[in-house]
């Protein structure tokens, strides 16, 4: 059973870090390409950023809101997809989403999210 | 970046209706738009892919439909775990930008 658990959330002040993990489990995480997508609260969905599988050499985008402070980064002997966030500020604030990105570039499988509040 | 509308932002309506919900691309996009149901406080659920290709485990009283620039999701027959709200999502290229959801709910 494909199963993804984000974890590392949580309160960060302005101009802080946070290092957020995708655990894998049911596929190789290698074979895949994987997404994050975010959800400010109450809002809809942003996509944030992707790392292609390894097949082809891992390459990351992102989107223009976070792009030069988020990188995507990964585990393969752990089966695992981080993100690092750096300078975050308050409009970062959302539930944080790791993604398997299938056939046709849909998302098939979600985790559950990890939710990071960025305040003072 | 392409952006993506959707209509109705939200719609009432009762166990056994037919719902229609509208999306539209800002340029063509052939069939690359996925649908997706988010039931309150839990992750989006992938509905359908490739505009009108329905994913394993779906029921098949939801149906998609369209290709360029509009597109379709049917709800023939609504259950009470179908109240949700629903974002359309093109595909086609980089950032993979979504609509702003539709939300269904109850009559």
């Known amino acids: 059973e494909v199963q993804l658990v984000e974890s590392g959330g949580g309160l960060v002040q302005p101009g802080g870090s946070l290092r957020l993990s995708c655990a894998t489990s049911g596929f190789s995480v290698s074979d895949w390409y994987m997404d994050w997508v975010r959800q400010a609260p109450g809002k809809g969905l942003e996509w944030v950023g992707r790392s292609t599988n390894k097949a082809d050499s891992y390459i990351t985008e992102y989107a223009a809101s976070v792009k030069g402070r988020f990188a995507i980064s990964r585990d393969d002997s752990k089966n695992s997809l981080y993100l690092q966030m750096n300078s975050l500020k308050a409009d970062d604030t959302a539930v944080y989403y790791c993604?398997?990105?299938?056939?046709?570039?849909?998302?098939?499988?979600w985790g559950q999210g990890t939710l990071v509040s960025v305040s003072s | 970046d392409i952006q993506m509308t959707q209509s109705p932002s939200s719609v009432s309506a009762s166990v056994g209706d037919r719902v229609t919900v509208t999306c539209r691309s800002s340029q063509g996009i052939s069939s690359g738009l996925a649908w997706y149901q988010q039931q309150p406080g839990k992750a989006p659920k992938l509905l359908m892919s490739a505009a009108s290709s329905l994913q394993s485990g779906v029921p098949s009283r939801f149906s998609g439909s369209g290709s360029g620039t509009d597109f379709t999701l049917t709800i023939s027959g609504l259950q009470p775990d179908d109240f949700a709200t629903y974002y359309c999502q093109q595909t086609k290229s980089l950032p993979f930008t979504f609509g702003p959801g539709t939300t269904v709910d109850i009559k």
């Open positions: 993604v398997r990105r299938g056939v046709f570039n849909s998302f098939d499988y």
